[in-house]
């Protein structure tokens, strides 16, 4: 059973940074894409990052490009977000997302994961 724990949000300034990782507790030998999401007050959740299996391919959405990096950690079952020059419209809380298909793409649908962690708040203040 996959078992998602997102942890690292928190107060920043605007122009700031944090990194949010995700761990996967439940499981044991499995690999899966894993993504990142946001969801801002009144506002729908929206797809932010996500990484392959592998690592070595990664897609980002156009608000993040240049400044959110995903990556992970196989020998930790972690996943992160380092996020840079943090804007205030970044704040949201942000949930990680595993997707068990082996296909990398159209990911940035959420029916598209299929197991999700309880979420971490990002603030930023101007």
């Known amino acids: 059973q996959v078992q998602l724990v997102e942890s690292g949000g928190g107060l920043v300034q605007a122009g700031g940074s944090l990194r949010l990782s995700c761990a996967d507790s439940?499981?044991?030998?499995?690999?899966?894409?894993m993504g990142w999401f946001r969801q801002a007050p009144g506002k729908e959740r929206e797809f932010v990052a996500a990484?392959?299996?592998?690592?070595?391919?990664?897609v980002y959405a156009d608000s993040v490009k240049g400044r959110f990096t995903i990556s992970r950690e196989k020998a930790k079952n972690t996943v992160y977000l380092q996020m840079n020059t943090l804007k205030p419209e970044d704040a949201a809380v942000y949930y990680c997302?595993?997707?068990?298909?082996?296909?990398?793409?159209?990911?940035?649908?959420?029916?598209?994961?299929?197991?999700w962690g309880q979420g971490t708040q990002v603030t930023v203040s101007s």
């Open positions: 997302a595993a997707r068990t298909s082996l296909l990398f793409r159209n990911l940035s649908g959420m029916d598209k994961y299929d197991y």
């Open positions: 439940g499981r044991t030998d499995s690999t899966y894409i």
């Open positions: 990484v392959s299996r592998s690592g070595g391919a990664r």
